[in-house]
């Protein structure tokens, strides 16, 4: 068994990884400053003896370099980020120290202490609009956001790193994930997040644009698979691959599925499409089939059925 240092391991995605890994029998080393992570996502984590929190800020100079020199895990799965694509638009100094200069530090923490690999989240976003679809891991790079080039910079990055200094980087392009756990708090947070909080409270959703718009929706336990096989799978050389299913789902199709099982919430509303929101975001899942041996198996239909029954208000009898 292995020991895992995982970054943001408070946050959405983190939280789930961390649970995958301490189910699968390895340690897990959890590092958040807490600045979007929340302490309940690792309430299961907690009791185990196997995973400790450590509340540190990655993009503080020397905090996690001291934190991995101590620790000498075998991978470190660097999740920490400013996750939102709005947020740094509104604010890319925030974005450059949180996204990229980060990024550095993991980079180096992992060169200072002999770490063998590095699992970083990268996103869909690196590829920007236009892409032919299903998009293809070689596919041109053409962010159009301060998150999505961050991601591309973090990702070369981390390979310069690892090619020079003798160390596996793994990147992982997550297109839509969702699942529970997922902040439904601001208007940019994930659709499904903010539909399954408005299908629960008895209150209409609003689609952007036609609803003919498509993406490719992840479930986050299939995410948190596909970090483990990263972080763990024996033999890995570098490299970079969609998570994806392959599928695509448009908001229509979406909010039909929460009407069927929330039938007495009144019908969407339409308001006009989101400036810079793309029409269609499809992966291509071949290569992270081929290279970790991940395939998702989670259905959209069947996720769904479980985050709503999961965050379903029991009723009061
Ligand atoms: C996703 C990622 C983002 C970035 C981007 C790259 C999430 C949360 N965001 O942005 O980080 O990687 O992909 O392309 O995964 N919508 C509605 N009603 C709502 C909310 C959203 O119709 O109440 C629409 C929205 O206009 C868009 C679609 O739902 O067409 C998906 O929106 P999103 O914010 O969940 O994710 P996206 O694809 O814009």
Redesign the pocket.
């Known amino acids: 068994m292995a020991k895992i240092l995982v970054t943001g391991a408070a946050g959405f995605i983190g939280s789930h990884t961390t649970d995958f890994l301490l189910a699968e029998g390895q340690t897990v080393v959890g590092v958040d400053n807490l600045r979007t992570g929340h302490r309940e996502n690792l309430t299961a984590a907690l009791r185990s003896p196997r995973f400790a929190l450590h509340p540190l800020d990655v993009a503080a100079p020397g905090a996690l370099a001291a934190l991995v020199a101590a620790e000498r895990p075998d991978a470190i799965i660097h999740l920490a980020a400013l ?3 709005q947020e740094s638009i509104a604010n890319p100094a925030l974005n450059f120290s949180l996204n990229l200069q980060a990024t550095h530090l993991v980079a180096e923490a992992a060169r200072a202490s002999g770490v063998g690999r590095v699992v970083f989240a990268s ?3 690196i590829y920007g609009d236009g892409v032919a679809q299903p998009v293809r891991e070689a596919a041109e790079k053409r962010p159009v956001s301060p ?2 080039a961050a991601k591309l910079a973090s990702e070369d990055l981390l390979l310069g790193h690892g090619a020079c200094y003798g160390f596996t980087v793994r990147c992982q392009r ?1 297109f ?2 969702y699942g529970p756990r997922q902040d439904p708090a601001s208007p ?5 997040s ?2 399954a909080r408005r299908y629960r409270e008895g209150k209409p ?5 036609d ?1 003919r ?1 498509t ?1 490719d929706f992840v479930a986050v336990r299939d995410v948190a698979r596909a970090n483990a096989l990263a972080a763990t799978r024996p033999g890995l050389i570098s490299g970079a691959v969609n998570i994806c299913t392959g599928r695509a789902t448009s ?1 229509r199709e979406l909010a039909e599925i929460f009407s069927t099982h929330n039938p007495g919430v009144a019908a969407p509303t339409y308001a006009p ?2 400036p810079g ?2 029409l269609h ?1 499809l992966g291509d899942p071949a290569s992270a089939g081929a290279e970790l041996g991940f395939k998702a198996t989670t259905a959209v239909a069947k996720g769904l059925a479980e985050l709503i029954s999961e965050t379903a208000v029991p009723l009061l009898s």
């Not at 940019?188 to 499904?192: A, F, K, T």
């Not at 959703?205 to 644009?209: L, S, T």
Request: glycine content about 12%; overall charge positive.
């Open positions: 996750v939102s694509v996103s869909a976003a998150y999505g997550y839509n994930v940019y947070s994930g659709v499904i903010i539909f959703v609003a689609i952007y644009g609803g718009q993406r908001l499409a989101r929101d793309i975001s």
